[in-house]
């Protein structure tokens, strides 16, 4: 986890908010989070987002997405996605990754879907690494609902989960022999399917601010957990920012 948190391309722990068409919402703030890495030196990082709908063209919480099929008035939109599915880990990051080669972030391209259901939306993404790093795919099914509250108050909740395959898991919480060390085991990581719970809270304020939280929950899969690399079986993230619509 890096210092830098970019939301949109956090995949399926943080629920989302639409933006208005033609509007372009920047979002910076801070945010605090529990890795499930031992010993994981930094518990917080930079916080930005950035929300955006023209047409066929989106940037949410998926990440950059292109509708080709569907419309505005259509329940179901499918769309082509370029995200960030991996998040890598720095050797410095924790005593745990010490004589451990790096692993880096990943760019991912794939497709994603959302189905409308009253106030709800059922959404599904699946992904591929195009940049060799962790060579496997992500998919992620989820619900979300929108809540508007009184002043203003826009409150949406969301569960899914989402599922990590044997390449991407194993890149990211497995141990290579030549890694393995007295208090390293070597470990090979499956594909692994992890629940999540989260929300999204948005409230204007004067002009075209408005203040952002979010947080989201994820019940970390036993291929994961079960990694000398790891020593908890779930991880949170929360986030608070200021958003400006342009």
């Known amino acids: 986890m890096k210092k830098l948190i970019i939301v949109s391309t956090l995949t399926s722990l943080f629920a989302a908010s639409a933006a208005m068409a ?82 880096d972030g990943s760019l991912d391209l794939g497709v994603s879907a959302d189905y409308t259901v009253g106030d709800g939306q059922i959404k599904a993404t699946l992904v591929h690494d195009i940049t060799n790093n962790h060579e496997g795919f992500v998919a992620d099914v989820n619900y979300s609902h929108d809540f508007e509250l009184d002043y203003g108050l826009t409150v949406v909740p969301r569960a899914g989960v989402a599922y990590t395959s044997e390449d991407y898991t194993n890149y990211y919480f497995g141990v290579r022999q030549s890694e393995a060390t007295g ?64």
């Open 22 to 103: 033609g509007d372009l919402t920047v979002v910076g703030g801070v945010a605090t989070f529990e890795s499930p890495y031992k010993n994981f030196d930094d518990d917080t990082a930079v916080y930005l987002d950035a929300r955006y709908k023209e047409g066929d063209f989106s940037i949410d919480e998926r990440g950059f997405n292109y509708r080709v099929l569907g419309t505005d008035d259509t329940p179901l939109n499918i769309h082509a996605t370029l995200t960030s599915a991996g998040d890598g880990y720095d050797t410095d990051d924790s005593p745990v990754f010490t004589g451990m080669d790096e692993r």
């Open 183 to 246: 208090s390293r085991a070597a470990y090979t990581a499956d594909s692994a399917l992890n629940p999540y719970v989260g929300y999204r809270m948005t409230m204007p304020l004067a002009g075209s601010w408005s203040l952002v939280h979010e947080a989201a929950y994820v019940w970390l899969d036993d291929e994961i957990t079960d990694s000398s690399l790891v020593d908890r079986d779930s991880a949170w993230v929360a986030a608070f920012g200021v958003g400006y619509t342009f």
